[in-house]
């Protein structure tokens, strides 16, 4: 029988006393309530009442094992039986949120505690919803699978589910849930949504706005008054964003900050909705004041610990212009910044004004508080399932005992996110001292190899087949390795490398390479096999230079009748080395947003072998996102390349340069155009150059999927550069998939000429956008 509902009949049967009901613990969904049932004993009776436990068992546990419930009854053997520590134990065992139900009982002596438990979410459903939808919904959803069903917890994630909805523009959402029991005591849980209607806003009104138009300043708004076919890129759709609107007169009174107007207020946004029509009207109040010009630059150190002209180098804001919040942000970055680097790790730079409000101008004064220097106390890295810790340590600029540096922690993010083997890099700070920091590297793994398959048909190579298996960290250790097969009616070309870019995780890298390449020319069919071995160093975080050994042997068959210089086809052999250059600023592998690469290299044929030739190659690209100037994550690309054969005393036809294709321009066949003989055979040539312009703009920003806008325009030649000029232009798909980034292109040529091979789509698994 149960105490707290029990009878203790036999306890006190020589006394005649029978208590039938004493109060027992309930929970319920607003938390712990002692629930009085019934009591048929007068409270002198309870207090005489007492029996020494001589054992305890728990009945019904398997989220938590017999040893912890003891520790969190606090109840033992051998004690007086003690109701209100029983009472206590109880509301123990409910605070772990495991059980829906707790009763205890006495037999013989033995404490016995059954345990109810709920049932454990085994799956959780959307009912319609994608997986990009779905992993928004989880973020904030309070639980997740393996966790105990809670009925609150599952109301306050029906509120989260709404609040991410109306967060789209949806308003009126229901969203019900249903529960469905599974073996074991699991359950299913699935949400069902009822989405709402958008509402749209019909019409934003601004009241006080003279001095700046109302397009101007509310350019920054998220919300924005309904244009006529708002539903085109450009234009606005009007779609009310209620998430945003607390923000939107901030956003407001930020432009009129941008045009030096300190004085502007902006009332809070006065949303009226009908939800008959599902529009809005959306109003703002404004007082603009004057302008304000600044009369006077000063930096002021609370403590001197940097040359004050050094502050003062490279600051946006100048005297005699008009104030701009804008500029002032970027000034307190770069003063933060330059402190920072001497160790000054919790520098503050607070602005202040001294504002004559007659003339209308203003003195700022930045206030410079560095605090004590810190050093590092330790790195810990995590996120890296796959990668070892050697491989993110070394790319780390930062090290236990050093002093901090800012210039140091972003150079460590942008290291490690160009290697390729990142998809997100964060590094927080946390104050374990007041000189003393810890810093915590949180990297997310991105798919680092990839097996790409790929074909195509041209109206020369006829069916094509392409086919690679390509790791740059192989097992996580930042090896990589290469294999790849291309197959057509015209070529047969085999490729496998390897390459460990941090030796010993140092500044010294070598890899290798072989392969086996076949041509079928109209003219002839070209064979060459060899191998080629590289090594380099890394001279800064950016600059690294190296050589390149390369053998191979070069057989010419099935020449033609027509062919006019049957010597250039002799059957030889190349020797050759190339020192190279290469340098590497930018802020990420796949897409960067920021930053500069340039490498250069020049390559000597003639350390014995046949051929005898010296050949430059250098290409450069330039990054530039613009999310800071406009809010939106366009990205600006420019690429050349510029190759020049300087000495070409003897040099086999596929050594020479030849245009066409991703690597130069796109619309064309890969290596397509040149000079050609009489007979419209390519010859090879001696000069090419090649340049793009691209314009890179999200897509789909959940599925990390871009589009970008490119044209192309390159020359080659021999005798002069632009003997032969082509150009193209098209569209691109960028995406980081799971299988690495994938970018399919659709180009058209823009000047084709008589006799070109053109190729209007192409694709590319695991290259660089």
């Known amino acids: 029988m149960a105490l707290f509902e029990c009878c203790f009949y036999r306890l006190f049967k020589t006394k005649k006393v029978k208590i039938y009901e004493i109060p027992k613990y309930k929970h319920n969904a607003k938390g712990f309530k002692l629930k009085k049932i019934s009591a048929l004993m007068a409270a002198a009776s309870i207090a005489s009442y007492a029996f020494t436990i001589q ?36 509301l123990n065992f409910y605070s772990q949120g495991y059980f829906e139900d707790i009763w205890v009982e006495e037999k013989d002596g033995v404490l016995i505690y059954h345990f109810k438990e709920k049932p454990v979410v085994a799956k959780i459903e959307f009912a319609g919803y994608s997986d990009t939808e779905v992993e928004k919904f989880m973020s904030d959803l309070g639980f997740k699978k393996g966790d105990s069903y809670d009925d609150e917890k599952i109301e306050k994630s029906k509120k ?10 949806y308003f009126n959402t229901v969203v019900e849930v249903d529960k469905k029991d599974l073996n074991d005591g699991a359950v299913e849980v699935t949400y069902v949504i009822n989405k709402g209607e958008k509402i749209y806003i019909d019409k934003l009104t601004t009241v006080g706005n003279k001095k700046l138009k109302q397009g101007k300043i509310l350019h920054q708004a998220a919300n924005q008054e309904r244009e006529f076919m708002g539903w085109m890129w450009g234009r606005n759709d009007g779609k009310l964003k209620l998430e945003e609107l607390p923000y939107d007169s901030a956003r407001i009174k930020d432009v009129y900050m941008q045009n030096g107007y300190l004085d502007a207020t902006v009332s809070d946004a006065f949303l009226k909705a009908d939800f008959n029509t599902y529009t809005a009207t959306l109003d703002y ?128 993010k942008n290291a490690l996110k160009r290697t390729g083997y990142f998809e997100d890099v964060t590094i927080d700070e946390k104050r374990v001292s007041a000189d003393k920091m810890d810093l915590l590297v949180k990297v997310k793994e991105a798919p680092t190899g990839n097996v790409m398959v790929g074909g195509g048909y041209g109206s020369y190579d006829g069916l094509i087949f392409n086919a690679g298996i ?9 090896l990589s390795l290469g294999f790849n097969a291309e197959l057509s009616g015209k070529q047969n070309n085999f490729d496998i490398s390897l390459t460990n870019p941090r030796l010993r995780d140092g500044k010294y890298s070598l890899g290798g390479d072989i392969f086996s390449r076949k041509y079928i020319a109209y003219d002839y069919t070209e064979k060459s096999t060899g191998i080629s071995v590289t090594s380099g160093r890394q001279l800064t975080r950016y600059l690294s230079a190296g050589a390149s050994y390369q053998y191979a042997t070069i057989k010419y068959s099935e020449l033609s009748s027509n062919i006019t ?29 920021r930053g500069v690469t340039a490498s250069t290299s020049l390559e000597y044929a003639g350390l014995g072998g046949k051929e005898k030739y010296a050949k430059s190659f250098s290409r450069v690209g330039y990054f530039y996102g613009f999310d800071d100037l406009i809010n939106y994550d366009a990205i600006f690309r420019y690429k050349a390349r510029l190759g020049w054969i300087l000495n070409d005393q003897r040099i086999a036809r596929g050594s ?17 155009i040149g000079t050609k003989d009489a007979n419209n055979y390519l010859l090879g040539d001696t000069k090419t150059f090649s ?79």
Do not use: C
Request: hydrophobic share 35%; glycine share 8%; no cysteine.
């Open 55 to 90: 054992d305890i068992r728990y009945d019904g546990l398997s989220r938590i094992s017999p040893m912890i419930a003891e520790e969190l009854s606090g109840v033992r053997k051998g004690e007086v039986f003690n109701y209100d520590k029983v009472g206590k134990s109880i």
């Open 160 to 169: 989260s589910v709404i609040k991410h909805i109306e967060a789209d523009g």
């Open 285 to 412: 109040k404004i007082f603009e004041g004057e302008p304000y010009t600044i009369s006077d630059i000063k930096i002021e150190q609370k403590e001197s610990v940097i040359d004050e002209k050094l502050l003062f180098e490279g600051l946006k804001l100048k005297k005699g212009e008009v104030f701009n919040v804008e500029k002032l942000r970027k000034d307190i970055d770069a003063i933060k910044n330059k402190v920072a680097d001497k160790g000054y790790a919790f520098t503050r730079v607070t602005p202040d004004f001294i504002k004559d409000e007659k003339t209308h101008t203003t003195s700022v004064v930045f206030v410079v508080e560095p605090g004590q220097k810190v050093y590092i106390n330790n790195v810990y890295i995590s996120g890296n399932t796959r990668t070892l810790d050697n491989v993110v340590r070394r790319e780390v600029f930062l090290a236990p005992g050093d002093l901090y540096s800012l210039t140091d922690m972003t150079d460590s």
């Open 470 to 478: 390509n790791d740059k960290n192989v097992f996580g250790s930042g």
């Open 565 to 593: 210089r049957p010597e250039d086809f002799d059957s030889t052999t190349k020797s050759s080395v190339t020192p190279f250059l290469s340098f590497d600023n930018t802020d990420d592998y796949y897409v960067p947003r």
């Open 656 to 672: 020479k340069f030849y245009m066409g294709g991703l690597s130069s321009v796109r619309g064309y066949q890969s290596s397509s």
């Open 691 to 769: 340049n793009s312009v691209e314009l890179s703009m999200p897509l789909i920003e959940a599925a990390k999927m871009r589009y970008s806008l490119f044209y192309d325009y390159g020359m080659i030649g021999t005798s002069s550069l632009n003997e032969n000029t082509r150009a193209g232009y098209g569209i691109a798909l960028e995406w980081i998939s799971p299988l690495g980034p994938i970018q399919i292109i659709y180009a058209k040529p823009l000047n084709e000429k008589t006799g070109d091979k053109t190729s209007n789509i192409e694709f590319t698994i695991g290259s660089r956008f």
